[in-house]
């Protein structure tokens, strides 16, 4: 069956600028993760929707970073104002449940945002 | 908080060469445990995982890692690497909260 998709593959945009990157998760998976992952780092986590709702956003590093999953499928990661130092590949990810041993997460293959 | 140490940050090795990449992580609490792959142009993939029993879990490819609770260690091996090992390897943990969090990875190349 198809993976984690992602949209755009790549993105890039002058700094100051808004961004949307977009995620679709597999069908019937209902916990849906941001991660992004610097040059030379593994992946930091976001936040976390278990369905419609953000359970945990702990991670988005401040009020310029925004995340929606209004139908429980799509979500959509939103970065306003765009600073340099947001250049990185956000990754997304979602598994079947949150409950263990159906909390594998699947990746999707990230979307490059480079800020000039 | 919980993080994750990934002791050797770029490792070259032979064909048919052992291979084992150390992983510790810090959480008092009961983890679940896991090592993804990045192959080149590729995305993150699963190795394997541990949640619970058996410490010594097998994964694809012929990678197997050991939980070692007392010493907090998660570390990967495999008997004999072939030169598509060549990857970028991640250890990570996921404690209650459901996000992973995921060592600063290790680089293997494995060279004919």
């Known amino acids: 069956g198809a993976g984690v998709s992602q949209t755009p593959s790549n993105k890039v945009t002058e700094k100051g600028k808004y961004v949307e990157l977009r995620c679709d998760p597999i069908?019937?998976?209902?916990?849906l993760y941001w991660y992004r992952q610097s040059l030379g780092q593994g992946p930091e986590f976001l936040i976390y929707f278990q369905g419609t709702g953000a359970a945990d956003d702990s991670g988005l590093p401040n009020d310029r970073f925004f995340a929606v999953r209004p139908e429980g499928s799509v979500s959509t990661l939103k970065i306003q104002r765009t600073e340099r130092g947001d250049s990185a590949v956000y990754l997304c990810?979602?598994?079947?449940?949150?409950?263990?041993?159906?909390?594998?997460?699947?990746f999707g293959p990230g979307t490059r945002l480079t800020v000039l | 908080a919980q993080s994750v140490s990934q002791h050797n940050h770029h490792v070259i090795l032979s064909e048919a060469a052992s291979l084992e990449l150390g992983c510790n992580y810090s959480?008092?609490?009961?983890?679940?445990l896991f090592w993804y792959v990045q192959y080149p142009g590729q995305h993150l993939q699963l190795l394997l995982k541990y949640f619970s029993g058996d410490p010594l879990v097998k994964g694809i490819k012929g990678f197997e890692a050991e939980f070692i609770k007392s010493k907090f260690s998660f570390n990967l091996r495999k008997p004999s690497v072939q030169w598509s090992d060549t990857a970028e390897y991640f250890c990570a943990v996921n404690a209650a909260a459901s996000k992973l969090t995921f060592g600063t990875g290790t680089r293997l190349q494995v060279t004919l």
């Open positions: 069908s019937g998976h209902t916990a």
């Open positions: 990810a979602s598994s079947l449940t949150t409950s263990r041993p159906y909390n594998e997460q699947f």
């Open positions: 959480y008092g609490g009961t983890v679940n």
